[in-house]
């Protein structure tokens, strides 16, 4: 069966401190993989999406990138975090485009202070 | 601009009783439709997925329905629980491109 994990949970970082939050996917090939934010009192917000190795892209402009070094690992980072960068982070992963179920990680709560 | 809309935002209701949640969304050339559930500080957990093309989709005492036209969707759950407490979540995916349109939820608590 195919499993996904995603950590840490949780962390707690200061202003203009790097970033480097990591998912990797069990029991699949190929699958999309994307990184969403969640932040309090808004909807989930799509940052990243991936359909293969080294292929990126991303929906909104920000102070965060992602990366894509293997084919079940998806990796999203940022140079220095900024204040507004808070929220719940979540990875997620599906077979096909839009056309299977989307199976998120547990989800990594950042505070930036 | 896909805006996806769930009503109520909170609801709390006895243990036992049906319920419906509601999602309506601005654009019908959607993929498909799904439900998720999320726990306070957990992930989101996929419960139904419904075709562009089909009316509903069933799984336990969970039903969902779709009515693409008119940019609804409703998630139906009998005989509620406690352990249904959780917010639910529904999103769509465009015809084109790979960013589901999430709600922002209604959160539902079920009273023993």
């Known amino acids: 069966s195919q499993t996904i994990h995603q950590w840490p949970a949780t962390l707690v970082q200061p202003v203009g401190s790097p970033l480097s939050l990591e998912c990797t996917v069990e029991g699949t090939s190929n699958p999309n993989l994307y990184w969403y934010r969640q932040a309090a009192g808004r909807g989930l917000q799509l940052l990243f999406y991936s359909v293969g190795i080294g292929q990126i892209s991303s929906e909104v402009p920000q102070n965060l990138s992602a990366s894509r070094p293997q084919d079940r690992q998806f990796i999203l980072s940022s140079k220095k975090l900024l204040l507004s960068d808070s929220g719940f982070y979540l990875c997620?992963?599906?077979?096909?485009?839009?056309?299977?179920?989307?199976?998120f990680g547990s989800g990594t709560q950042l505070s930036v202070l | 601009k896909q805006e996806v809309t769930q009503i109520p935002a909170a609801l709390s209701v006895p243990e036992g009783e049906n319920l419906v949640l509601n999602c309506s969304f601005t654009?019908?050339?959607?993929?498909?439709l799904q439900w998720f559930r999320q726990d306070p500080g957990k992930g989101l957990t996929s419960l139904l997925l419904i075709q562009s093309s089909q009316r509903e989709q069933t799984s336990g005492r969970l039903n969902a329905s779709l009515d693409k036209s008119s940019g609804r969707s409703t998630l139906y759950i009998a005989a509620s629980q406690p352990g249904d407490s959780a917010t639910y979540l529904c999103?769509?995916?465009?015809?084109?491109?790979?960013?589901?349109?999430f709600g922002k939820g209604t959160s539902l608590l079920v009273t023993p």
């Open positions: 997620a992963w599906s077979q096909g485009r839009g056309d299977e179920k989307l199976f």
């Open positions: 999103a769509v995916t465009p015809s084109s491109g790979y960013a589901l349109n």
């Open positions: 654009d019908s050339a959607i993929y498909n």
